[in-house]
């Protein structure tokens, strides 16, 4: 199982202030705890975040909560183009278990266009544009080789129902 979650509400830029440097908002913060509870429930293995100081902190209360680490990839980054997606994408397909992924809209976008499309599966983009806290669970099929994407769910934010994409 995949989950592709984009940061949790950041602070705006400021003069002189790198990008990454960006942390979430308070109410950034209360909902990568709604997400961590949220989560958790799926017994993650793998935290794999952008670089982005607010991607981290979206994952850091699941990382607490499950005692992992989070592994941190430039692919995932605000700036990170096809090639560098493509390749954290293996990366990410390589993971056994429950991976939880923390990127950006763009990124999340590109990155979940290129798995459904190597899975022979289309949708209509637009339901892949989550607003923060946003993220898509894909479930794949147990015990099965090559990997079959079974059914995909869109969540535009913690606690709502999910928008079936696929299955």
């Known amino acids: 199982m995949l989950v592709v ?11 002189g202030m790198a990008d990454l440097e960006r942390s979430l908002t308070e ?3 209360v909902k ?11 017994a993650p293995t793998h935290l794999v975040s952008s670089p982005a100081r607010r991607c981290i902190e979206t994952l850091a209360p699941l990382a607490k909560a499950l005692d992992l680490e989070i592994i941190t990839d430039d692919g995932l980054g605000p700036s990170a183009k096809a090639p560098q997606i493509a390749m954290s994408l293996a990366y990410l397909g ?6 939880v992924v923390a990127t950006h809209a763009p990124q999340l976008e590109v990155l979940l266009e290129q798995l459904l499309a190597d899975h ?26 090559p990997p079959r994407i079974d059914r995909v769910r869109a969540y535009r934010d913690v606690g ?5 994409l696929v299955g």
Request: overall charge negative; proline content about 10%; charged content about 20%.
């Open 5 to 15: 979650a984009r940061h949790a509400p950041a602070t705006r830029p400021r003069p």
């Open 27 to 29: 109410e950034g913060l």
């Open 32 to 42: 990568a705890q709604a997400l961590s509870v949220e989560l958790v429930r799926l």
């Open 94 to 99: 390589a993971l056994d278990g429950v991976t």
């Open 120 to 145: 022979g599966i289309s949708v209509d983009a637009d339901a892949l544009h989550l607003p923060p806290a946003g993220y898509v669970i894909v479930d794949v099929a147990e015990g099965v080789r």
């Open 160 to 164: 709502t129902d999910p928008l079936l």
